[in-house]
């Protein structure tokens, strides 16, 4: 018998057995306690690629995170950057530009960390 769908947060922290390593479900609510655990290259790959966007402006973004987060990228990252992705173009912006917050479903803890991260400008060294 196969275990239900996570989909709520009414589980136990950990997420209950597990038969062996597997991508995190970006729907589950990660709390602060959430995996740290470094991205493989190949899950890397299809987070860079599932970040593509239709405004240059969303993209300039996106590519300055991942220039500085990309040896580093988590998978509490990437579920964050999986909810910031599900928005629509407009609505992003709007976001990075701090015209508004984060709100309803797309409000978590990983996806206010990253969201935090991208808006940070980054440091130029003299």
Do not use: Y
Not at 59 to 76: G, Y
Not at 78 to 94: C, R, S
């Amino acid at each position: 018998m196969t275990p239900p769908p996570v989909a709520t947060s009414s589980l136990p922290p950990g997420g209950g057995a597990s038969s062996g390593p597997a991508e995190p479900d970006p729907r589950r609510p990660l709390g602060d306690d959430g995996p740290r655990v470094r991205l493989d290259a190949r899950s890397l790959s299809k987070l860079k690629w599932r970040c593509r966007r239709g405004l240059l402006e969303n993209d300039l973004f996106i590519e300055r995170f991942f220039r500085h987060h990309e040896e580093t990228i988590t998978t509490r990252q990437a579920a964050g950057l999986e909810i910031l992705m599900d928005l629509a173009d407009n609505d992003l912006l709007d976001l990075l530009l701090a015209r508004c917050e984060l709100q309803g479903e797309s409000d978590r803890p990983e996806a206010r960390e990253v969201l935090a991260q991208m808006r940070r400008a980054p440091v130029i060294p003299i």
